[in-house]
């Protein structure tokens, strides 16, 4: 296997370790806890893993602890440093004894349901210290929560001799993984799960998960190019950039980037929501800005954006949901009206808001809504470019102003989005070492019998070795949410807190970085310089930790 | 202004110098020079800038310089490094005298004809060492090839005492440069012109200049965020991304990312240009290569596509051509027919060959080659999403093979388009020392008196105290072109040579880079850590210095 300098040099780095962590370790259970919400009826639902302490290691005595063996389960989208968990797991329970085995199941959840697995011996693990991606193993999207698949993973689980098994997912995974460990717990099957909070989009995090791996890698990645559209909008001159950034539902990711880029614009969606702005709304805020600009000469900026901006737009909601009953119920003669006379049809047919809503869009989006239908036969959100949308609907609005003498300038717009880009980017120190201690910390709490737990290591804004490593049930993080017509208990989502610290920051900033060219240019992750330049936090992470 | 952690860090940086430059420098002539063709026309048009001898720069004695003054441009397309050239430059004049002073022109070369100057003093000078970015006075496309314009120049130059102008540019700019120096040496101005070889395409490079500056950051970047996509796609196994990479003429970009990252397939437009190779001929390959992939069970993989593959395309050219001369002859009749109609339309009255091309191009890129035309009328090539043509005809094909039993597979694509990510990142090691030894060895040039004489640094895979800094008559890479009709002398562009080392290893490898998953992943460019990781030059460049 070919290897990069980079990749040899770094294989090298050994992670920082909260300092409680490196010796021998002791148990310190705090007071019994409750969910967030709804706890009548989670408690019901997970009569064996509700209400259990919080934990924190601290140093201690030395032990014996029996041979175990271990499964991991890398669940979802790749984040910056699943690799660092594993091994951290990996080393914390051959630490505990040298005879103890790791299963890794392969491509996911599923690979424990079809009984896909390797052992991840020391050969392997040495072969992905510190590196990005999720191919130690693979990853999916195959979501357990069926009793069938229980009792399939529960056949393997006892043919190897698992005591325990480590999840590391986003919300929806972790959520999971505690239905499972209430499952295995409900039928006395000896077996613990665990859960590692996973997710580039920063939206897994609470009062005792201070931030999810990847979003610090993931984040800087984006800033690092970010930062170089910038000055290249700054040194030509003459482009807008509209730059579009992953994240589905919460625009943490948008948000940590702005403050570490200081772009001219940057739209939060959960603000959009707030203030039930439309997508004029948007346009307008953007466009203004833009003219601006150019009244002062600058005919440049950049724009950061939410993948999901569209979807938090109330009125494009509502659009949106006419379309699918509509279509649904007409797709017969939908599909028989002429290619370009389908926009007419459409417009003809829809309640005058959403009518005039879907004839201001630009063609190329409204056939989208209209053609581009996934199996159910809904509208894919996710397919629409938001950036050229945007872009394309400021351009109108600003001829339309230089008709009428309102607006002097140029306007020309790129195009980015980036979101593949970051999420196997090599981890940061933050993440590689964050992640190495959420493992290691896995293996702690596998050693002291706890299951339904999240792995927990907070004061991450302190040097690395006075981070706190616990435990977290992960019950105290649910509530009830209806999904798919149903009431379930799940972790609840993070969005952005518009009454947050970062937000706070941005909103005091944006007016000045609109108006002035006060770009920042982070410039790429660095793994062996001066601290301050290789150890650093997100923003959001200093901002929310600050006291 | 706010900095991040980095920028503050590395301002601090000295960039390293050839030992030759570092104490008092003596001039040592070579032979006289010929141009590399059409020496006789040249020679008419240089009488006085042509056949002078290379220069090479060694340890001599001290020496008084009169007083001077220098001017300086940013030429065309950013390019990391720029503000090095100029850091160079400055600290190399400020040696031989503090009195010396060094003007920068706004803007491109039309701060030169308008007049438009700032003096680049220590203070913002310091503020732009070893930045990306052209800001320090930003770039413009103003092409200075008039006397009038020269006048002009000479105008502000005479105003402010400037003996020597540096353009730093590509191969146009510099071809540009020494017309200036010959016009300014026949009118007996006193006035010196100097060129710096500038450009992230790498295509303005021959035996005395090893490499353009910039390629080495750009190409690193788009590599870093390559291998993170290669990462992610290795982690997924479900989609095939492709990847656009900046690059009108040459594949060098291109090139040099695949010889860092190893991706199943990358094109390479000289060669399908050799091969007369047609866009079926293209798409083939790639489904080709898909489809053995999928049929070991790797439903993934990763494709490098250079920016100006169509135009490579020898059939292509033939379309363009043709729709060009006949929507320029039938404007108006084409503009009557109805958008529905307009592909029927153009079917119906190009040639067979063309027409049977045209009909294979998906509807969009039809749209797009008949609607979206430039001022002069004419197809704009570079608006074509080269990556979404292929990706879309590969998946037709791939089909068609499916439903004769030929094809048994998923395919499922992602598309990236990296431009504007690389061309403005702070420059590495290699770029930051390069580029300062480039403007130091400019600034000794002047001193010496030369004028029409490009800046050279050599032996740039040895490390850096070994360079050998000198100048090369720019006369000397000149050869006559036709261009716009016209027989003018240029610099010759150096594309992608199918014989040459880099392209060599290349495709000796390529076939198991397609079969096997190969990558490398070459991480985010390093400042501060082992020699290795952050000195390394290009693969390109270490190939085809290897002797």
Redesign the interface.
Known sequence: ???????I??AAYQPKLPKALTGVVAVKEGEPTQSVADQEAIEKLFPNTYGMPLIQFVEGQAQNVAEMNVGVILSG??APGGHNVISGLFDGIKKLNPNNKLYGFI?GPGGLVDHNYKELTADIIDEYRN?????II??GRTKLEKEEQFEKGYEILKELGIKALVIIGGDDSNTNACVLAEYYAAKNYGIQVIGCPKTIDGDLKNEMIETSFGFDTACK?YS??I???E???????KYW?FIKLMGRSASHIALECAL?T?PNICIISEEVEANNMSLDDVVTYIAKAVADRAAAGNNFGTVLIPEGLIEFIPAMKGLIAELNDFLAANSEEFSSIE??KQREYIISKLSAENSAIYASLPEGVARQLSLDRDPHGNVQVSLIETEKLLSEMVGKKLAAWKAEGKYVGKFSA?H?FFG???????PSNFDADYCYSLGYTASLLIASGKTGYMSSVRNTTAPAAEWIAGGVPITMMMNMERRHGEMKPVIQKALVKLDGAPFKKFAANREAWAKET?Y???????????S??CD?PTKTLQLEQAK
């Open positions: 296997m070919t290897k990069s300098a980079l990749q040099a770094r989208g790749q491509l590196t990005g991606g999720f191919d693979g990853s990645t690092e190019v930062g170089n559209i000055r290249d909008c700054n040194s030509a001159r950039h570490q200081q290619a370009n790129q980015h593949y880009e970051g999420r196997c980017a090599a006060a920042v240019y982070p410039g790429p992750i660095q793994y062996f310089g001066p301050e330049v650093e």
